[in-house]
Each structure stands twice: as C-alpha cells, then as structure tokens.
C-alpha cells in the first residue's frame, strides 16, 4: 500500500485527462493497436535481440494486413452469396410457419432497404478516405510501439538535471508507472480473452467442419475476431453461424443453435475460470463499461472498457487510505 504524494497526484491527473481526451476525439484505435503492438513485440522477445523482434514484428504485421484483406476478399464475395441462398429458405420456412415478413423475394426485401443501401453508396467515398486515414494512424501506432519497446524512458537527460530530485523526473517516474499498470491491465485482459477466443474458435471450427458448413473461413474468422470482446462478440458471432446454417436448412440452422447454446455453458466456466480468476469483477460493471466504451469510442471502446475498469480496481487498491481515515483529536 502507499499514500499519495503530489507528483503521484499529478500522474493520476494526467492520466485521467489522457483518458478522456481519448474518448473524446475518438483516440481508442491507436490506443489499443499501441498496446496490442508492445504485447506482440513482448511476446517476440524471446531471446536477447530487441532489432530481430522488431523484424519478427514487422513480418506479423504484413502477414496480419495481408490475412485481413484476403478475409475481407472473401467476406465480400459470401454475404451476397448467403444472401441469395439464405433469403428464399427464410421466406419458406416463415409461410410454412404462418410467419409474416415484411418482405416476399430478393427483390421486395431490396425495395425494402433501397434507401438505406442509398444511403450507405453515398458514403463510400468517406468510407474510402476515412480507411486511408486509419491505415496511416496504424502505421504510425505501430512506430510508436516499437519505439517505446527500445526504451521507454521518459526523462532521457536525468542525469544531467541541476536539482536531482525535480519535479519534472518525478512525474516523468509516476507517469511511467501509470502506463506500466495501464499495460499489465491490458495484458491481463486481452490475454485472457485471446485465451478463451481460441479455444472458441477451435471448437467452433470442429463444428463448421463437421457438418460442412458453407463459407467456413468466413465462420472461423469472424468467431475469433468477434471472440476478442467480451461478452457481446459471443453473440455477434452466433448470430452469423445461425444465419449461414439457415442457408442450408432450418434444420441445420436449429442444430448450429443447439451446439452454440451447449459452447455458451462451456464459456460460463471458461470465463469463470479465466477472465474471473484474472479480472474479478462483476458481470453487470464490465457490461456497463462495455456499453459506455462503445458509445464512445465504438469497437475500440468496447476492447478498452474492460481494460479501464481494470486498471481503476489495480490503481485506488494500492492507496493507502489509513491517514485519511484516522479520526482527529478529540476536543
């Protein structure tokens, strides 16, 4: 335990300021991909040669960027296909069931989302200009990643100071230690999650491979990538293995059910045992922070929220609070 001193105050300060001009000029992006970059570049470290883990570095990342376009390639070229298959097996199974929809066939459900798909061609060109933009803040996350892996020193002229103990060197010392507890935070979450993504996505796999189900690099990757947020990306990604079944029969749709409800009572001691043993807090707070982070920051946000909370628990349960608590003198 440990009581404040004024340049720990001013960390904290920092910090939080840091914190909310994040979420307010929607800074979570380069925040994560900073954070999830020096977790890789750790991870890469495996002997003692700091230029050959950023060559390894360097290689994942293209090897990533390359993976990411070839699966959005793909992507691209099944959601119009499940589209066309899945539409005419819903609208039949809705009239054998009395069901009614506000859509007959592909080409009233396309009236029905004419304006939105208007809506949404318009944007291209932002969507375009604003991808270009994040591919750069990326690159540049990447940079700084790798940088602070060389030495993350803030006060690089310590020794060379007129006052030895200045303020300067002690804020420089306490911010430090903030962004070490902001990381081990991130570590202990994101491992956590990677952790139960992958066994999900494995058993995920032996399923779609068993039952042949179409699109299966689609399925798996977006059951990996959905994996990496807590709680919700469950549900993202059973809501598209759902869909994909359907397109081969309601049957196969309800027997993907079945397994995806029997693989959710499995996360339940999988969470417990791994992101509770690890983050212990209550279910409902991550889900609030999850909801905050996303109206804030959207994705990022979401992989941030769990992280914060984290870190606010590490940070206020090593203040000691006995001399602040210590009753007066009596009159």
Same mark, same amino acid.
């Given at each position: 335990?440990?009581?404040? /001193? ?36 750790? /991870? ?33 070229? !099944? ?14 199974? !809705? ?33 375009? /200009? ?149 983050? /212990? ?23 941030? !929220? ?26």
């Amino acid at each position: 335990m440990q009581s404040l /001193k004024k340049p720990a105050r001013y960390s904290y300060l920092f910090i939080f300021l840091l914190l909310v001009l994040t979420a307010w000029l929607r800074l979570g992006l380069p925040l994560v991909a900073v954070l999830l970059s020096y977790f890789a570049l750790e /991870k890469l470290h495996y002997i003692n040669n700091k230029s050959l883990a950023i060559v390894l570095f360097a290689g994942l990342v293209l090897g990533v960027f390359y993976g990411a376009a070839h699966f959005l390639q793909q992507a691209l070229v !099944a959601l119009p296909q499940i589209a066309e298959t899945s539409i005419p097996s819903i609208i039949k199974y !809705a009239g054998e069931k009395g069901l009614e929809l506000p859509f007959t066939d592909l080409e009233s459900l396309k009236a029905v989302t004419l304006n939105e798909v208007k809506d949404q061609i318009t944007m291209l060109g932002r969507v375009a /200009k604003f991808a270009g933009h994040e591919f750069v803040v990326l690159l540049i996350s990447f940079v700084v990643a790798a940088s602070l892996f060389v030495n993350s020193v803030l006060d690089l002229e310590r020794e060379t100071h007129q006052v030895r103990n200045n303020l300067y060197s002690a804020m420089c010392e306490e911010i430090s230690s903030r962004f070490a507890t902001l990381y081990r935070s991130f570590v202990t979450v994101m491992g956590a999650q990677i952790i139960i993504s992958a066994i999900n996505t494995a058993l995920t796999s032996m399923f779609v491979l068993a039952v042949q189900l179409p699109y299966a690099p689609v399925v798996i990757g977006v059951t990996f990538l959905c994996g990496l947020l807590p709680i919700i990306g469950n549900l993202l990604s059973n809501c598209v293995i759902v869909g994909i079944a359907f397109t081969v029969s309601p049957k196969m749709a309800f027997w993907a059910l079945g397994f995806l409800v029997a693989l959710h009572k499995l996360e339940y001691f999988l969470n417990s045992k791994i992101i509770g043993d690890r983050i /212990k807090n209550p279910v409902w707070l991550t889900l609030l922070g999850l909801i905050l982070g996303e109206r804030l920051m959207g994705i990022p946000g979401m992989i941030l !929220a769990p992280v914060v909370l984290h870190y606010l628990k590490a940070e206020m349960t090593r203040i000691d609070m006995t001399e602040q608590t210590q009753p007066g003198p009596k009159p």
